[in-house]
Nanobody, 124 residues
Framework: QVQLVESGGGLVQAGGSLRLSCAASGRTFSSYAMGWFRQAPGKEREFVAAINWSGGNTYYADSVKGRCTISRDNAKNTVTLQMNSLKPEDTAVYYC?????????????????WGQGTQVTVSS
């Protein structure tokens, strides 16, 4: 079992940056693909970014491509989402998720473990 705890959310002005972190428990972190999803009020949860077990493959939603970078440190059991040039439409609760098997995926149904979420608010 994997427990995930996100941190790093907050209030930022448009054009600013935030760095979200997700700390994972368990000794098998490197066997999981990791993903970031977000959910804005009144909207469905959507994919943001994903990374495979080794960090060699990454995927991004078109809405954040070029502005966000996902990375992981298997020695520290952490995954990070660096977000730059933030826009008001990036405002949402951001969730970290873990998918067994190590292959990065865009579909939320593949992810077995989820964190509690961290709020990101971007003011205009």
């Amino acid at each position: 079992q994997v427990q995930l705890v996100e941190s790093g959310g907050g209030l930022v002005q448009a054009g600013g940056s935030l760095r979200l972190s997700c700390a994972a428990s368990g000794r098998t972190f490197s066997s999981y693909a990791m993903g970031w999803f977000r959910q804005a009020p009144g909207k469905e949860r959507e994919f943001v970014a994903a990374i495979n077990w080794s960090g060699g493959n990454t995927y991004y939603a078109d809405s954040v491509k070029g502005r966000c970078t996902i990375s992981r440190d298997n020695a520290k059991n952490t995954v990070t989402l660096q977000m730059n040039s933030l826009k008001p439409e990036d405002t949402a609760v951001y969730y970290c998720a873990a998918a067994p098997g190590g292959v990065a995926a865009l579909r939320s149904g593949v992810y077995e473990y989820w964190g509690q979420g961290t709020q990101v608010t971007v003011s205009s």
